[in-house]
């Protein structure tokens, strides 16, 4: 306990130094951009606050869980950026604790750690997001026992920076939905791997189209028994909905406040302030759900538990409550909202506004729609029929 309390004060002391200097050299506004969350990734690195919960001979920390939820709130709280490899950090580096070889860890974990290796997740594909299962990229194996990796990924998280790829792929052509399917972790400098970035909405690239021709892929980069890549997602997605999404949480109750305060200064007549006042506690109650939610979340994940259907309720809830904060601001701002997210340099404010509502449209998508929590939500929890889609298949 004396160990986890002197962890938080040090944490505390050097993430105030730590975020001045950051902004110094990248204002809060931009703390989105690649190169903050790159430098801000170093920083956390190289001071030995990633890995806090791997085990000591694995360059870990060895603190309880509950000590990570501390820190993830406290870096949240102080509005620090998210690192760049946080998908490596959340969700590739727990999975490879529990599902990889000696060799596997040794080779993959120090890189994470160093923040030398960055990671993207390569599952969906044109025409497979949500239905996951049925990824058509295949891998066929060769007669040194290595696999010849051919497909197409789309929508991957920094694919164009990453330099590893862990990627769902069928290894069984026979296998059907999810039978078949393995967990590979890919060298996006391999040849016959080509990535082509995506501009997004915001006029940002934070995602790429991934092709894969004829990439051989070695047999000890298999995650896992080889079929086995279903059940390794699925571990792995529990931990994508754990830890990872205290921050959105804390940021989507900044914004809150942040609109509380843009409504009273809102030049508004008094009839209609009401009607907005009370469209504003709708949200305040809405935002107070998502926190009890998210407590419920990280108790469970403290306690070593996953967080099943309160993970699928909490996605939903969370995304679907920013669009409303970010629909609202949009709202308040008028005019000036035409301006757009390119505005950044002469109208920061409202174009990070701006760029935050366009940014909220993705959300109710990535990680699993909406009308997939819905259907994970009537079907686990209240007990409804699958849904038609499942049974056609
Ligand atoms: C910002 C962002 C980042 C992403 N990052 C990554 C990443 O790093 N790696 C990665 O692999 N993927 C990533 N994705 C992809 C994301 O996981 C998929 O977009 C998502 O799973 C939805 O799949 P889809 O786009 O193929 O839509 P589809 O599955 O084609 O769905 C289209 C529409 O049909 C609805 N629908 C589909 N099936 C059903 C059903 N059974 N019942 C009711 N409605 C249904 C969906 O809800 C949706 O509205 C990202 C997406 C976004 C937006």
């Not at 001045?20 to 050299?25: D, K």
């Not at 951009?33 to 000591?56: H, I, K, Y």
């Amino acid at each position: 306990m004396i160990r986890t309390s002197h962890f938080l004060d040090d944490a505390a002391t050097w993430l105030g130094e730590a975020l001045t200097l950051l902004r110094a050299q990248h204002a809060e506004a931009a703390s989105h951009t690649p190169s903050c969350r790159q430098d801000w990734n170093r920083m956390l690195c190289d001071t030995d606050l990633v890995a806090l919960t791997w085990p000591e001979d694995r360059g870990g920390r060895a603190l309880p869980t509950a000590t990570l939820i501390a820190f993830h709130e406290m870096c949240a709280r102080h509005r620090a950026p998210q690192p760049i490899n946080s998908i490596a950090h959340a969700i590739l580096a727990p999975t490879l604790l529990m599902f990889g070889t000696s060799e596997q860890k040794a080779r993959f974990l120090p890189g994470i750690r160093n923040g030398t290796e960055i990671w993207c997740q390569g599952y969906s594909e044109p025409r497979t997001g949500s239905d996951l299962s049925s990824v058509r990229t295949r891998a066929a194996r060769q007669s040194n026992g290595h696999w010849l990796l051919n497909g197409h990924k789309i929508w991957t998280t920094q694919g164009h920076l990453a330099k590893w790829c862990f990627a769902l792929v069928r290894t069984d052509p026979a296998g059907v939905a999810h039978r078949g399917l393995s967990f590979m972790l890919v060298d996006m400098q391999a040849p016959g791997v080509r990535v082509e970035p995506i501009r997004q909405l915001t006029g940002e690239t934070d995602y790429a189209e991934v092709f894969f021709e004829n990439v051989e892929v070695p047999a000890n980069q298999v995650l896992g028994a080889e079929g086995e890549g279903w059940r390794i997602a699925m571990a792995a997605a529990e931990y994508e909905r754990g830890v990872y999404f205290l921050p959105r949480v804390v940021m989507l109750e900044q914004e809150l406040a942040q609109l509380q305060d843009e409504l009273a200064a809102a030049a508004v007549p008094p009839a209609e302030r009401h009607v907005l006042e009370h469209r504003l506690q709708s949200i305040v109650d809405l935002c107070r759900v998502v926190r009890s939610r998210v407590d419920k979340v990280l108790d469970a994940v403290a306690a070593g538990e996953t967080p099943g259907i309160e993970g699928a309720m909490l996605k939903l809830l969370w995304s679907e409550t920013r669009q409303q904060v970010q629909e609202f601001r949009l709202e308040l701002l008028g005019e000036s909202a035409l301006l757009g997210p390119e505005a950044i340099d002469s109208h920061p404010e409202s174009a990070a506004v701006v760029r935050e509502f366009l940014w909220s449209r993705a959300e109710t998508i990535v990680a699993g729609t909406s009308e997939i929590q819905r259907n994970i939500v009537a079907e686990r929890t209240l007990g409804l029929p699958k849904d038609r889609g499942a049974h056609a298949k």
